[in-house]
């Protein structure tokens, strides 16, 4: 990668002093970085990024009165040519999936080799996202299910079915529901096969996750 005749300008954000000075000297050994700011709070980083407009932040997710995701949302708001590097010890989906829609461009652990947060750093600098190997897999796990959910086909059921599975999930047997809906068993066992045809269920079990999942049934209703 070519190194860049301008240093880099860095501001850090995490509130373990420590961990900022172990950063901040270790990246003093590459001539393309330089850190110009350091904050131990969100609430300093969105002032001290307006007030010096760095080219790239590198901040933590958990911090005091304002944590990284929010401060990430507030420098994308007013500082946009700021590129947000996460270096967090969080590999969840959900925090990737928070500091991504907050606007970070690069996300890394600090468990990540040291090496890798300056290829991180100049990766973003050339207005291109990094992520390490554990948020690159998660983010395809994510981007999977989006592609699998959206491929396939709407389960339209009509207002009988749904009744019947209400029903079948407060453990009415296909005579009870016969009873109280004013039908012939034949007629509900009809009905049973065709609902788990329609939600690729292949028992009752089946039935009741479709229903909490699709919003149909809720044991707070049940009876």
């Not at 990737?96 to 890798?116: F, H, P, R, T």
């Not at 009744?163 to 047997?173: A, G, M, S």
Request: charged share 25%.
């Amino acid at each position: 990668m070519t190194i860049q005749k301008v240093p880099i300008r860095i501001v850090i954000a995490d509130d373990h002093a420590v961990f900022r000075t172990g950063l901040r000297s270790y990246l003093s050994n590459f001539p393309d970085c330089k850190v110009v700011g350091e904050a131990n709070n969100g609430d300093d980083l969105v002032e001290m990024v307006r007030s010096l407009a760095p080219d790239v932040v590198v901040t933590d997710i958990d911090m005091p009165r304002k944590t990284g995701i929010e401060a990430a949302a507030d420098i994308c708001k007013y500082n946009p040519s700021s590129r947000i590097l996460i270096l967090s010890v969080h590999a969840s989906q959900q925090h990737i999936i928070n500091m991504v829609d907050a606007g970070a461009l690069g996300y890394i652990l600090k468990s990540s080799d040291a090496e890798e947060i300056v290829e991180a750093i100049r990766t973003l600098h050339q207005h291109k996202p990094y992520f390490c190997k554990v948020a690159t897999e998660k983010l395809t796990e994510i981007i999977s299910k989006q592609l699998r959910v959206g491929s396939k086909e709407p389960i339209h059921l009509s207002g009988r079915e749904k009744e019947i599975i209400r029903l079948i999930c407060e453990e009415y047997t296909s005579k009870a529901i016969a009873y109280t809906l004013n039908l012939s068993k034949r007629t509900v066992e009809g009905h049973r096969t065709r609902i788990m045809d329609k939600i690729g269920a292949k028992s009752v079990a089946g039935i009741i996750t479709f229903a909490i999942e699709n919003g149909i049934y809720s044991t707070e209703l049940a009876h």
